[in-house]
Every structure is written in structure tokens, then in C-alpha cells.
């Protein structure tokens, strides 16, 4: 079965500081994708990243960086030099390939991340 | 606008009533998905429609929760004789390509239904 899971539930840092969320996922699939959205306080769900199975390479976005290993099933996300406006709940989520569930994403329960001044 | 966007922001309801929120998605995606999230959780998928057609609706909880998008645009969620666990944030999402490109999913702020 298809799941996500985000074991940190909270995390709280001071500014500056480096911060690696975790994710990790299941699936039967050999075609699927990965993504992270950042959802602040305000509700909505902001995109971040997108990433396919057959993809292993890191990706680096300004402060932001992918660690996806197929090997271990994760998919990690760090910020570095973290800022107070990253503090938000984050989440990854998985959608499976072709003849799958159609696109839908499967969403981690999501980690909340306080970065305090 | 540019974004997804979705009304009303807030829904309180009693025990029993019926409602209905409303999803106007970016202009031209193809695809629109409606997600429930339970307070402290991720988002749950409930169901999908490419265009006008509703091809995948098993997240839906129940009989009672009904959607549509008649003209392949603006999307319905109804939610019918709702109860108290119905309470939660529904968030509705569109992307541009049919569901199997996989393409990024954009969302909207999100209707927080409280029932009573």
C-alpha cells in the first residue's frame, strides 16, 4: 500500500540555523513522484518540489535542497540558514505512476517547523 | 485571479444541514481534485475530475458527499445531512495536464467547515 510517513512531528530551530525535515515513502510502483508542499499559516498549500522515481538526482533551490535515495525510500528536505518566514507545516507526498491512483497525492501527516529569531 | 480560488473561506452549519462549497480553479487546468484535512493531519483525497468527467471518486466518505464540475471549470462539493466528524478543511486543487502527468498541483486557501 501506498503511504508517507513524516516522523518528526515538530521541530523548532533558532534562525540561522540549518534544518533537515524527513520523509519517507511506501509504494508498489517503479513509476511514481514525490513532492513537498510548505502550508503556512494561512491555510494554503504552496508548491515546492517535484520529483520522478527514475530521478535520483539532489536538487538544490537557493536555501532549499532534496536528498531523494531510492535505496532507504526517502525523500529529505533541508534548509539551510532557516528564517523566521520558513516557519510554516510542511509536507511530502507521493503520487504513483501510470495505471495507479491517477494523480492523487498521498500526504505525510506533515511536520510543523518554528523558527524562532 | 491567478490562484486557485475557493468560497466561502469559512462554513459553520448545524447537525443535519446541508452545504455546498465551490472551487473556481486556475483558468485552462485540466484537472481539479477536492482533499479533506482533518485538524493536525494531511490532507486526505476524496475526488478527481478531468474536465467535466469525475473519474475517480473513492475518497469520498460517504453517500452523503456528492461533487460536480458540469462545465469542466467551477467544481461543487455538496455535502448532504452533514454530521459533526464532517467538520474539517476542504481543499480543492488543479493542475494542468490530465491526472497521470503528474503535473503540480496548485491549491487554494481552503473552506474550513465547523458543523455544530
Known amino acids: 500500500a501506498q503511504k508517507v510517513t513524516q516522523a518528526q512531528t515538530e521541530i523548532s530551530v533558532v534562525e540561522k540555523e540549518d534544518v533537515t525535515l524527513d520523509c519517507v515513502y511506501e509504494?508498489?510502483?517503479?513509476?511514481?513522484?514525490l513532492f513537498w508542499y510548505k502550508q503556512p499559516p494561512s491555510g494554503e498549500l504552496v508548491f515546492l518540489i517535484r520529483r520522478n522515481s527514475f530521478d535520483e538526482q539532489n536538487e538544490i533551490s537557493g536555501r532549499y535542497s532534496w536528498n531523494f535515495q531510492k535505496s532507504t525510500s526517502s525523500f529529505n528536505f533541508t534548509i539551510t540558514a532557516s528564517q523566521v518566514v520558513d516557519s510554516a507545516v510542511y509536507f511530502c507526498a507521493l503520487s504513483e505512476g501510470y495505471g495507479g491512483s491517477q494523480g492523487n497525492l498521498i500526504f505525510g501527516k506533515g511536520t510543523k517547523l518554528s523558527v524562532k529569531p | 485571479g491567478a490562484g486557485v480560488s475557493q468560497s466561502p473561506r469559512y462554513k459553520v452549519a448545524k447537525r443535519g444541514q446541508d452545504v455546498a462549497l465551490r472551487c473556481d480553479p486556475i483558468?485552462?487546468?485540466?484537472?481539479l481534485f477536492w482533499y479533506q484535512q482533518a485538524l493536525g493531519q494531511g490532507p486526505e483525497f476524496l475526488t478527481y475530475f478531468q474536465n467535466e468527467a469525475q473519474l475517480d471518486k473513492s475518497g469520498l466518505p460517504s453517500d452523503r458527499f456528492f461533487a460536480e464540475r458540469p462545465e469542466g471549470s467551477v467544481s461543487t462539493l455538496k455535502i448532504q445531512r452533514t454530521q459533526q466528524e464532517d467538520s474539517a478543511v476542504y481543499l480543492c486543487a488543479s493542475s494542468l495536464g490530465g491526472a497521470v502527468s503528474n503535473q503540480p498541483q496548485h491549491f487554494g486557501d481552503g473552506t474550513r467547515l465547523s458543523i455544530l
Open positions: 483558468s485552462g487546468h485540466v484537472s
Open positions: 509504494t508498489r510502483d517503479t513509476t511514481y513522484y
